[in-house]
């Protein structure tokens, strides 16, 4: 259970050396997507000037306040509160984000699927879990929103923050085949059972 | 006691903005019990860090949760309050579009088939204003919930039959929580709705997971399912944020209503760990806040 403090972007090598249940923490530049902005880059063809070799994503829709472009704003916008999504709907565009953009690293909560940790094994990533609803913490490691693209879709725009001590954040999983999530499923079905049985219940 | 419009807008936008902010005192509690009784060193941790976050909202003044939801508003006119109902509404949806404006925050409504976002929290229907009257003296209450898509996005309606008995509501329920996982933001309030039609039902299951931690089903049957549910579905060791451990639910509610001989219904609607409400009561004195 070693803990990584990376500065971005990281190599393969890097994002193949995690293991589930290490630590993370992110310091410099991280981008936020959603679901409209991977539906309009994978299925409208549309495409972005951002470079994402070597990063990670964090699935988020931020609270943001329109502002004056300054040095402490770049982007004209003012983060107010940056939390993160469930990542689940998101699972068919692992691949993609990966192979076409060279996304390293996913951050989100709930877990993403097999086709998703099959992406980590072949391309080299890893999936790092953040605490779903403490978006006012998560917000403190935000230090300025740096610049934005694809903001038609606001707020689901292409995101650009620079952070400090982003994390830590769980490896949930990684490159080696291992996926806390599916850990805790296969625990929670031989579990049915019993909590059936609890109630009366047959199985 | 007559209720005036623009006093109505201005509670809207109050009401938004608190219950994005403040947690109530009841999950609060709920979060503290949990934590007493979490056996997992990793489930203890992410509890931790959940807590922490209720603290550091308050501290800086920031919204709980970055999803400000769908809004709903819940109103109950009590006797003796004279109010035009429709102005009543419209002065909801202002306060509702003020509030997300003003503060300003994410809107979180699109249209369903073209998702074009107004920026105003409002759309077609939405927000969801519930109306219904009560017994209580120059009373009108405003409840309101910003109802997270985490948890909504895992909804679910069954219409077994009676042949299944209750023991296809409890398969049920467990199921779904197991579903679930960990994309509803465990640990949640389960909210199951028993009986009705199928729109009753669904809508049972919703007010079942809104309803404050603590309270109990007012049908003792629905009372005694609360108690087993709730103990089952903490069996399965999904845990908080799905990453394992005994924190599963915080609760699992039940509502019910009667439904037809040949029907045998069941909903589950779940409220996330950020299950955030706030309340205004208006009475002839002025209006007072809380959950």
């Known amino acids: ?203 | 006691m007559k209720v005036e419009p623009a006093q109505v807008e201005t509670v809207a936008r109050e009401l938004y903005i608190r219950a994005l902010k403040l947690l109530p005192p009841d999950v609060k509690q709920g979060f503290d019990a949990l934590a007493r009784r979490e056996s997992d060193p990793g489930a203890q941790r992410v509890l931790g860090t959940m807590i922490a976050n209720i603290g550091v909202a308050e501290r800086t003044d920031n919204l709980l949760c970055q999803d400000t939801g769908i809004p709903i508003y819940n109103v109950a006119i009590g006797r003796g309050v004279e109010v035009d109902g429709h102005a009543l509404k419209q002065a909801i949806r202002r306060g509702c579009e003020r509030a997300t404006r003003e503060h300003p925050f994410r809107s979180s409504v699109v249209h369903p088939v073209t998702r074009a976002n107004e920026h105003s929290s409002c759309g077609r229907g939405v927000p969801v204003i519930a109306v219904d009257f009560s017994d209580r003296e120059e009373t009108l209450e405003i409840e309101m919930i910003p109802k997270g898509s985490g948890s909504e996005n895992n909804s679910f309606l069954r219409m077994a039959i009676p042949a299944e008995g209750v023991d296809a509501i409890k398969r049920f329920v467990v199921d779904c929580v197991l579903e679930a996982g960990g994309k509803t933001c465990p640990p949640t309030i389960v909210g199951v709705g028993v009986g009705g039609t199928a729109d009753l039902c669904v809508h049972l299951a919703k007010v079942a997971a809104t309803r404050p931690l603590g309270s109990q089903c007012d049908d003792p049957d629905g009372a005694r399912l609360e108690t087993e549910l709730t103990r089952a579905v903490n069996l399965l060791g999904v845990g908080p944020q799905g990453l394992g451990g005994d924190a599963t639910a915080f609760a699992v509610h039940v509502e019910t209503a009667a439904t037809h001989i040949t029907m045998n219904p069941v909903a589950v609607n779940m409220q996330c760990h950020s299950a955030r409400r706030a309340r205004a009561t208006f009475r002839p004195g002025g209006v007072e806040y809380g959950y």
């Open chain 1, 1 to 203: 259970m070693a803990h990584h403090e990376f500065a971005m972007p990281v190599t393969e090598a890097q994002a193949r050396a995690l293991k589930v249940n290490d630590t993370v923490t992110l310091q410099g530049t991280l981008y936020g997507i959603r679901d409209a902005t991977q539906i309009h880059l994978f299925d409208r063809g549309r495409s972005t000037r951002f470079d994402l070799r070597g990063h990670a994503v964090i699935h988020t829709a931020p609270n943001v306040k329109k502002v004056p472009k300054s040095a402490e704003h770049p982007a004209g916008y003012a983060p107010l509160c940056i939390g993160t999504t469930t990542s689940d709907r998101m699972e068919r565009f692992t691949h993609p984000l990966m192979r076409r953009c060279g996304v390293r690293l996913i951050i989100g909560k709930g877990g993403l699927r097999e086709g998703s940790l099959a992406a980590f094994g072949e391309l080299g990533g890893a999936y790092l879990a953040i605490i779903g609803g403490t978006a006012a913490l998560e917000t403190t490691w935000v230090e300025a929103i740096e610049d934005v693209d694809l903001d038609d879709l606001n707020p689901e725009s292409l995101w650009k923050f620079r952070v400090r001590g982003f994390g830590p954040l769980l490896v949930a999983m990684d490159s080696h085949g291992a996926s806390l999530y599916s850990e805790v499923k296969r625990h929670a079905l031989a579990r049915r059972a019993e909590a059936l049985a609890s109630l009366g219940v047959k199985a």
